[in-house]
DNA sequence: TTGAAAGCGTTACCAA
DNA sequence: TTGGTAACGCTTTCAA
């Protein structure tokens, strides 16, 4: 490895020389410089990053640290701030947690007790890398997110979830308004028995989805009944269970909570030999890739994965930069209702 | 941010003692150990890693450069390999490339090589954090991929392209047998007139694929015809436009040499009333998550990621603790077979 | 058992 | 314009 001081030395100037010339701050003479450029070319010198962040202040790097990046939508929104940070002279550098892949293995709390370390850990190597700000990015909604340490003394902006420290903004997806949407369309569309199908409903975008649910039958005078969420896990299966069950009380439309559990009801309504939509209407959530190659192709809802990365990604900009924010504490960012094929008119 | 000098003034000793006792170089008496852990907790010291690895030699961090996280597959890749160096006691840290979105905005010379000044700036920047060794993961297989600097003096495994150096192990996945395979099971189940919808076929992975094609033809003495292999993008429009040709001309089934063409087959079999696998049989490749949710579920080729990882995370290990590889210079990966509803015996 | 000091690669400050 | 030197947070060697 080629350091500043085999370059000072080849030229026989000192290293802060070198440095001076290299970072522009141009008190060399032309012919030393062009020495000094000469040299840094020949030996094939390239700046230590790391060490330059051990003794400067800004280093331009900004840390991501993302808890699953397995999470269908992760890459997508990573990818989006990686390219607002290109775009205005900042790098990003990703710290995987492995979340699911760990809760997989145990939820036992010495497991949560020792995520909550590692996260510590990522944290604490972000800022010994002198990253100049930090995005976490949560893999679910949480009513306050629990894992960061206390202590940040640097910018964080929060993506994903919810927690309560007013010095991290945060950049959500709207749970309520789409889902409210989506029944109103089944709704308009002339269903009256619509049954939700909910991951499991101790999830807070599971909650405010089915209260947005009820909500709109609510105000299309439909009365709620609990029988017609089915909540268990988000899974392909927990789709196929639950339309199995809806079918038998007469239901004529369901939203499912992700399009995977779509997917499971789709299952069934093949097994069953039930026409989608002509028997029985379908709306997904999440827009993912699945979705378009279902046949009849999915109705269902899109995240603007890619603007919440770019807002996360500008505000930790401004934040660092010292510039005012062009967002509030807690920006909620909206979904589109993805019409399809999905869904019959009665 | 604390750091061991803080700690050390506050029990009134100096940092090599506290940096001992962190150590485990226990020359420490019962009580100084004690005192020191004391405060250290008190004030909620954690190591500066980057310090330590600027100094010390072996840092316990394996640096994971990906060309392109949003390829479908690498996120598995990345999580298996993370894996492996949890179990084993190392860390990984990602450097993402966007390879995707850069040739997407340009083609050009000029963005080819900032291209590979930019990897080149990943890896010094690896380098300067003190990695112990580096994954490269590319995003497609090139004969000889060339974006790596020449002089690396570290471990370093390429997966998923080759690369004519000596030093650096090779992990890909065959694209041989299991497209011979796959086109031979077509012709077992009494197909004859086999198109195939590949990629650009200036693609290494599109070429062995076809030249297997070709090869299974000829071991079942059905002549090779040039007009059925169509290549245009890995798109799923692409498979459209591949099956729309082929049915004109009499096909029976067709090989794509990815899902997402496979359901642009689909597609176009539904548009023109046909039914797979009754009228048509379509063949995929990658067993992407989309595959299981065709209708009729896509018979394709599933891909070995998570071995894929473990291997590479093995080897730089391996390489990294001077331990004799279990691999050769090259290994390939066989890729599976997955039958599942969209081929018919005819 | 503990301490002093050098070194890792860089930058910043002040003096020459 | 250039150089010397301290500092960043840590480990390591050698001496006390």
Redesign the interface.
């Known amino acids: ?1 080629v350091t500043l001081k085999d370059v000072a030395e080849k030229c026989n100037v000192t290293t802060a020389t070198v440095s001076n010339i290299i970072n522009g701050k141009s008190k060399a003479s032309a012919e030393t410089r062009e020495r000094v450029l000469d040299t840094i070319k020949e030996l ?1 010198y ?1 700046p ?4 330059r ?2 003794r400067g202040k800004k280093t331009g790097t900004i840390g991501i640290i993302v808890e699953d ?2 999470l269908f939508d ?3 929104i ?2 989006s701030i ?2 607002y940070c ?1 775009e205005t002279g900042y790098h ?5 947690m ?1 979340y699911y ?1 760990r809760t997989e293995i145990a939820t036992s709390m010495d497991e949560k007790l020792k995520y909550k370390k590692d996260v ?2 990522a944290v ?2 972000m ?4 990253a100049d700000g930090l995005i976490f990015l949560a893999c679910h909604a949480r009513k306050n997110i629990d894992v960061l340490p206390p ?1 940040l ?1 640097f910018p964080v902006v929060m993506v994903y979830s919810y927690i309560d420290n007013p010095e991290i903004p945060v950049y959500v997806l709207d749970d309520e308004n789409c889902s409210y949407n989506a029944v109103k369309y089944l709704i308009d569309n002339g269903h009256r028995k619509i049954g939700i199908i909910a991951g499991a409903n101790d999830n807070l975008h599971a909650q405010k989805r089915i209260i947005s649910y009820q909500k709109a039958l609510f105000d299309a005078g439909i009365p709620f009944d609990p029988e017609l969420v089915y909540a268990d896990k988000w899974s392909r299966k927990c789709g196929y269970d639950g339309l199995k069950k809806f079918v038998s009380m007469g239901v004529t439309a369901v939203y499912c909570l992700n399009d995977e559990m779509a ?1 499971g009801a ?1 299952d069934y309504a ?1 097994e069953a030999g039930l026409e989608i939509p002509k028997d029985i209407s379908v709306v997904g959530h999440d827009n ?3 979705a378009d ?3 009849p192709k999915l109705t269902t809802i899109d995240l603007p994965l890619y603007e919440l990365g770019f807002r996360a990604a500008r505000r930790i900009v401004a934040m660092i930069e010292g510039k005012p924010p062009v967002e509030g504490d807690q920006t909620v960012l909206q979904c589109t209702f993805i019409p399809r094929e999905s869904v019959k008119k009665i």
């Open positions: 490895m094939g390239q230590n990053v790391i060490a962040g051990l990046i397995t992760a890459p997508k990573i990818v990686m390219n290109a990003a550098v990703i710290e995987n492995r892949m510590a850990d604490a190597k800022r010994a890398m002198r202590d003394d997917g789709y093949r993912r890739e699945i190659y279902f046949n």
